[in-house]
């Protein structure tokens, strides 16, 4: 089945420094894949969606410049966040729609714990 | 626009006992109906869908869901719970017109006692 391999599940980093999440579709061409924030004990929500050779569609309140998303290829989008606070301190999860599977079913990657000190 | 309520925080039943969690939505259009679970510190993972023709759907781990038009409803059921079905579960909807974006909803946290 589609596997969604997401790099790296833990990362700590120290508040001002940016930091890069890897979204990769493993055995199938993901031209749109999404991007979501868990925070805990909470639902998902909706960052933005990446677009494979276009810019990224961003969610009302969330800023463009603090998460750059890029998507190159059509296996690979990135997140980077950039000048890491404490508060986005969080859980990331990316998703990518296989059209094989039909109705798109989106497949998650297993998330990137992000820890800002 | 779309939307997805989850009526319970958590749901508590017995190993051996039915379970259901409750899930009801609202779109413009069609739906297309998602359950997820996600262990501690995982992503999430697909559990079945509901696209078109029998109400009744069965997925992964023998859990099952019934769409219910009238009602809006989508409930995630399983005639016997098992200690490792303990988990978070979301709900989500699609629009068929929304592409592929999915609304989620808060999410049900399933504690299965021995």
């Known amino acids: 089945g589609a596997v969604v391999s997401q790099h790296p599940s833990r990362v700590i980093c120290k508040s001002g420094t940016s930091v890069k999440i890897e979204c990769r579709s493993l055995d199938f061409q993901a031209t749109t894949m999404f991007w979501y924030r868990q925070f805990p004990k909470q639902s998902l929500m909706l960052m933005a969606t990446?677009?494979?050779?276009?810019?990224?569609?961003?969610e009302q309140g969330v800023e463009k410049d603090k998460f750059l998303i890029n998507h190159a290829s059509l296996t690979l989008s990135t997140l980077t966040v950039t000048s890491a606070h404490p508060e986005d301190s969080s859980f990331y999860i990316c998703?990518?729609?296989?059209?094989?599977?039909?109705?798109?079913?989106?497949?998650f990657g297993a998330g990137s714990r992000l820890t800002v000190l | 626009a779309q939307s997805v309520a989850q009526p319970e925080d958590q749901v508590n039943v017995a190993e051996g006992n039915p379970l259901t969690v409750k899930c009801t939505y609202s779109?413009?259009?069609?739906?297309?109906l998602f359950w997820y679970v996600q262990y501690p510190n995982r992503g999430l993972q697909f559990l079945l869908k509901?696209?078109?023709?029998?109400?009744l759907v069965k997925g992964s781990y023998g859990f099952e869901a019934e769409f219910n038009k009238s009602q809006t409803s989508f409930h995630l059921k399983k005639p016997s719970a098992l200690v490792s079905d303990s988990a978070l579960y979301f709900c989500a909807v699609r629009d068929r017109s929304a592409g592929n974006m999915l609304t989620f909803g808060g999410g049900t946290r399933l504690m299965v006692k021995p």
């Open positions: 998703s990518a729609g296989d059209r094989r599977s039909g109705a798109n079913v989106l497949t």
């Open positions: 509901y696209i078109t023709g029998d109400n």
């Open positions: 990446s677009n494979e050779g276009s810019k990224a569609t961003y």
């Open positions: 779109v413009s259009g069609n739906p297309y």
